[in-house]
């Protein structure tokens, strides 16, 4: 019998989120952004594995989210913006999808 897919397995995972914010992968823009926002992926790359090591609370990952996307607009200046704005919702949105998945057990 094979597996049914559901809903979440369509989603984007973070690292395909990371990999567009780093402009590679399935959907690069074409266009470069500005090098300060690229370092940022492998940041998130780090709190995706503090999430799946339990190694940040709630309030934290929060807190950090919502510092990343401020540094993040701030780096990306006006160079493709609203591309750069939604890698971040989807990110944060999925990052605490994470987080609950992992969580969901105690």
Partial sequence: M???FTFADLQPHVDMLCDALENKGASPSGVPYDDAVYPYAK????????IRNSK???ES?????DSYKQSV???A???QIYRIMQLE???NVFMIK?????NSDE
């Fill in 61 to 65: 990952l929060l807190n950090v989210l």
């Fill in 56 to 58: 940040i609370s709630r």
């Fill in 77 to 79: 200046g006006e160079n």
């Fill in 2 to 4: 094979s597996k049914k």
């Fill in 89 to 91: 919702e989807a990110i």
């Fill in 98 to 102: 994470e987080f609950n998945k992992v």
């Fill in 73 to 75: 607009l701030e780096a």
């Fill in 43 to 50: 940041m998130y790359r780090e709190l995706l594995a503090d």
